[in-house]
């Protein structure tokens, strides 16, 4: 098997960090050497976060190079805008469709992009759902990065069971069944 790079990109407290866990988790539990790197930058203050995971027979580094993902996955809609040329030209983007304002739209200092999925969808295969409404009708929005996650794992290589078992050994013991139905929204989710 040739090395596999995900990418998944969002905003400080969005849950970039707990979605690596699992997809390091899964692909380590099926034998892959993997490799993990996550870069914070202001997450604290609601700034970029953005975690690399590379996985397959021997993997020398985490980082991801521009052109190189076989899978992004982004949490918000500008984070998927400013992370795409990390894609390769067969890649998938899963994007959450979720507007978040930098600091500098709220200031008015700049304007947020108009139609960013429409002009994603141009030059990458773009699958979108607005997972934070899904969250909602499962009773918890912190579910969100989960069912984008589900989302996702239909463009992987691993059984849906194994996801499953990932999730349960990797979330909070209370948290387990509602991710369980989070990721199953997003697996479900008609793509």
Known sequence: MTTKSIMIVGVGGQGTLLTSRILGGITSGAG??????E???????GGSVVTFVRYGET????????????????????????????????GVLIVNDWRIEPITVVT???QYPEDIIGTLRKSHKVYAINAMEEALKLGN???FNVIVLGMAARHMDF??????????????????????????AGYESGI
Do not use: C
């Open 39 to 45: 870069v914070h930058g202001m997450a604290q203050r």
């Open 141 to 143: 929005a912190k579910t």
């Open 32 to 37: 892959y050497d993997v490799k993990l790197s």
């Open 108 to 110: 008015g200092a700049a």
């Open 59 to 90: 993997v020398a580094e985490p980082i991801v190079e521009e052109g190189q993902a076989d899978v992004l996955i982004a949490f918000e809609r500008l984070e998927a805008l400013r992370y795409a040329h990390f894609l390769k030209k067969d």
């Open 159 to 184: 059984p849906k069971e194994d996801w499953l078992e990932t999730i349960e050994k990797t979330v909070p013991p209370k948290t387990v069944e509602i991710n369980k139905k989070a990721f199953l």
